[in-house]
């Protein structure tokens, strides 16, 4: 196999972690390279086209999870700040200017909270189905780093699929 002058094709999807993991699949002529890390530190790892058996691509609950935390928080913080915002604006009940300033800050800082955790919904929501990536090849079972969503996952089996039969036919 050659590796040195090896030139690499980026593949599509991608994988971000909560605490400043990444991950991404390449491929090369005669491989598929997964290069994942965390800030400075990365992890390289090598799977020979002619070795690849069979891809597993298995649904997860993360999505739904997510929208679920999004949206719990969204209902609690957008309900929070508009009943600041009514209580502090009722005509028959006359607080005092700090408690209408105390009421307007929090009102506000809840609202500001609902805003971007709706954000957060609304891309979790338009980036799809989540799933897990596993490739087995004659040395086992490898859960994939990347890509860690359904539409990435279709369009790089659409890349990949003919470059494995090429190397497999090859090779027999």
């Known amino acids: 196999m050659k590796v040195q002058g090896a030139t690499y094709r980026k593949l599509p999807g991608r994988s971000i972690g ?20 965390m800030f400075l530190a990365e992890r390289y790892r090598r799977f020979p086209l002619a070795d690849i058996r069979a891809f597993v691509v298995e649904k997860t609950r993360t999505q739904a999870i997510a929208l679920w935390i999004y949206g719990g ?6 309900g929070f700040g508009g009943l600041l915002f009514w209580y502090g604006t009722r005509s028959e009940t006359k607080p005092g200017e700090a408690v209408i300033a105390f009421l307007s800050v929090f009102g506000g800082f809840a609202v500001i909270v609902a805003v971007i955790t709706f954000i957060g ?12 990536c596993s490739i087995q090849t004659t040395a086992g079972l490898r859960v994939l780093a990347a ?5 990435p996952t279709e369009r790089m089996f659409a890349i990949l699929a003919p470059a494995i039969e090429a190397a497999q036919a090859v090779r027999e």
Do not use: I
């Open 18 to 37: 909560f605490v400043g993991s990444r991950a991404r699949l390449w491929l090369a002529e005669d491989h598929l390279l997964e290069v994942s890390g």
């Open 121 to 132: 919904f609304l891309l979790t929501l338009l980036r799809g189905a989540s799933c897990r």
């Open 147 to 151: 890509p860690n969503r359904r539409r």
């Open 73 to 78: 928080v969204f209902a609690l913080c957008a």
